[in-house]
């Protein structure tokens, strides 16, 4: 009986065994995550007619102005954006030290204009009585000595004037050319000392671009080689020559500053906007590939894992892939791809989320 039980027992177990687990159990999925972005497009370009740099507006003529002279500011005359006329007084220091200086010089210059004219009567009254032969010879040689002695102390002291008259103009800053006040570094009561920027200032001359070109493209550009300059602030492209090209990059990080004159610009164009420059560079294509083209993509959309550069690039169906890319010479605000990519893929610019391989992206452009 008991035996009965147990193997009744045991087929039961059997049952419940076999029943649960042909049971598929059904686990509830999550929404798929999906990120909006914003992308680009790859585009071959041509490569060799021009080179791409950026820089910033800034007028022909422009100046900090400073003093030689240590005081205290005691009054500004002007304010920032002020247009001034050549000569205009825009700052006056006061410098004690200065002015205790003038006084010993004016001192001194009495007595040396005294000494001076007293030598001068001297002179010709012994030349006088030389010629009576009532003085000696020495004694007239004495008199000469005196009297160039006191002619050099006179001319010393007019040379100390002319110096202590010349570090009072510094005093009294004034505007070197017409323009417009740019900014105001001190206000009444700082203490001005030699050398520091008090003021600046613009012409009213032509607007220019300056821009940094690295050294493997240096030999690329000429002076005289027309650009196109785009102000993106205001949506503008001015024509521009090239004018300036310095031959040293010896403080300037290995990068050479050039500088284009603007042709015809709107008035909207102020110093200090940022400026991308398309510079014609007539280089004529290699045989190997007559029409050779390079990828370009904004900086911005690579990202660095240690020594590797990766790009998020987009399939047909909305799937973010991870793509490892080699990366060339920078131009601007622009990284070349030299391999990794190619022309006509969709690659991510920005995200509203964190995008990894395989995530469901949303484009939003």
Known sequence: MTRTKLFLFAAAISMFLITSCGKKETLPTDTQQVITVKTGKTSGQQTGNFLNVT????????????????????RVNVKTGQKVSKGAVLININSSDLEAKRLQVASGMIQAEAAYENAKKDKERFENLFKNSSVTRKELDDILTRYEMAKAGLTAAQQMKNEINSQF???????????????????????????????????????????????SEISLVKSGQRAEVNIKS?????????????????????????????EKYPDQVKAGMFAGIKIETGVVPNEDNENPTEIMVPASAIFKRGQLSGIYVVSDKNIALLRWIRTGKSSGDMISVESGLS???????????????????????
Not at 191 to 200: D, F, Q, R
Not at 202 to 212: D, I
Not at 235 to 258: C, F, H, M, W
Not at 343 to 365: C, F, H, W
Request: proline residues 4%; hydrophobic residues 40%.
């Open 343 to 365: 022309a006509n893929e969709t690659y991510i610019l920005e995200a509203d989320g964190r995008v990894y391989n395989g995530v469901q992206v949303k484009i939003s452009n």
């Open 55 to 74: 820089g910033k507006t800034e007028a022909e003529e422009s100046a900090n102005i400073s003093t030689r002279m240590m005081g205290y500011v005691t």
């Open 169 to 215: 103009a510094y005093l009294t800053i004034t505007a070197p050319f017409s323009g417009t006040i740019t900014n105001t570094f001190v206000k009444a009561g700082d203490m001005a000392n030699p050398g520091m920027p008090l003021i600046s200032i613009e012409g009213n001359s032509r607007m220019q671009v300056s821009a940094m070109i690295p050294e």
């Open 234 to 262: 205001l949506d503008v492209r001015i024509p521009a020559v090239i004018s300036e090209i310095s031959s040293s990059a010896k403080n300037t990080g290995g990068q050479y500053l050039i500088k284009l004159d603007l």
